[in-house]
T-cell receptor, first 113, second 111 residues
């Protein structure tokens, strides 16, 4: 049972480049979400999804796009990377009722130069 | 909108001493509350959660937390700290499918 898998673990981009952070879970969880973690600011919710075909914005959605075509996958897209997007990104999943804990991936460390 | 405040950025405690981490939230109704721990270079691990019922909840690794509605608080405690408890701790509140985290408290354990 792999849980929540994020790829890549590390990425360096130049300003203006685009990329997709991948997130997959094999627990049949309806709820998936993306957070960014910055020093002194905790984790901030970027986007979330309560099921395939349904997404919504979190606290800091600007500059990021998501889609949820399947239950398993929830990719995060940066269309034009900016230095302000340098951060550690975590994907997480849970059952919609949150009666289980939120399962976190191991994180992606992104640097935008 | 809900928010979570962790007033202490950094706490240093001696091994074997007690630990209390503060968490305050602002939300109109009773929220779902969580405490997570993150060791250096690791993801987040759930310590405990409060949904309803008994206001004193027990978690893993000997941690407990008490929900106090009158104070809008959900403080985390451990009677005797071990060196392995050195980590960053996050309080979180869940409302409307959105999990909001506090800024975190870093715990240093000295021998």
């Amino acid at each position: 049972n792999a849980g929540v898998t994020q790829t890549p673990k590390f990425q360096v981009l130049k300003t203006g480049q685009s990329m997709t952070l991948q997130c997959a879970q094999d627990m049949n969880h309806e709820y998936m979400s993306w957070y960014r973690q910055d020093p002194g600011m905790g984790l901030r919710l970027i986007h979330y999804s309560v099921g395939a075909g349904i997404t919504d914005q979190g606290e800091v959605p600007n500059g990021y796009n998501v889609s949820r075509s399947t239950t398993e996958d929830f990719p995060l897209r940066l269309l034009s990377a900016a230095p302000s997007q340098t951060s550690v990104y975590f994907c997480a999943s849970s059952t919609t009722g949150f009666n289980e804990k939120l399962f976190f991936g191991s994180g992606t460390q992104l640097s935008v130069l | 909108a809900q928010s979570v405040t962790q007033p202490d950025i950094h706490i240093t405690v001696s091994e074997g001493a007690s630990l209390e981490l503060r968490c305050n939230y602002s939300y109109g109704a009773t929220p779902y509350l969580f405490w997570y721990v993150q060791s250096p270079g690791q993801g987040l691990q759930l310590l405990l959660k409060y949904f309803s019922g008994d206001t004193l909840v027990q978690g893993i690794k000997g941690f407990e937390a008490e929900f106090k509605r009158s104070q809008s608080s959900f403080n985390l405690r451990k009677p005797s700290v071990h060196w392995s408890d050195a980590a960053e701790y996050f309080c979180a509140v869940l409302t409307d499918y959105k999990l909001s985290f506090g800024a975190g408290t870093t715990v240093t354990v000295r021998a």
